[in-house]
Nanobody
Framework: QVQLVESGGGLVQPGGSLRLSCAASRTIFSIYAMGWYRQAPGKQRELVAQFISGSNINYADSVKGRFTISRDNFKNTVYLQMNNLKPDDTAVYYC?????????WGQGTQVTVSS
């Protein structure tokens, strides 16, 4: 079992920045995949960024160059630094972990980009 606690969402103006955090209840060193998905109203949940098998990183094309995923293994935490935010980034952001072939989700945190 892995519990995930997210924080850091909120309301920001276009061009602004936010940092999301996801703290896991167990060590993330041995987790196969850990990262972030998002779901906008009326749309399917989509991958934003994730670590795979340690240090390999995937980013959605729409966030490349603006978002950065990072991790702190000592704190069992993964971060998503989001810069130059756009209204299209508005969504609920979910932390995701794949561990021992099971998928775990956080409760989600709302990110709203609006002037």
């Amino acid at each position: 079992q892995v519990q995930l606690v997210e924080s850091g969402g909120g309301l920001v103006q276009p061009g602004g920045s936010l940092r999301l955090s996801c703290a896991a209840s167990r060590t993330i060193f041995s987790i196969y995949a850990m990262g972030w998905y998002r779901q906008a109203p009326g749309k399917q949940r989509e991958l934003v960024a994730q670590f795979i098998s340690g240090s390999n990183i995937n980013y959605a094309d729409s966030v490349k160059g603006r978002f950065t995923i990072s991790r702190d293994n000592f704190k069992n935490t993964v971060y998503l630094q989001m810069n130059n935010l756009k209204p299209d980034d508005t969504a609920v952001y979910y932390c995701n972990v794949v561990y021992r072939e099971l998928v775990y989700w956080g409760q989600g945190t709302q990110v709203t980009v609006s002037s």
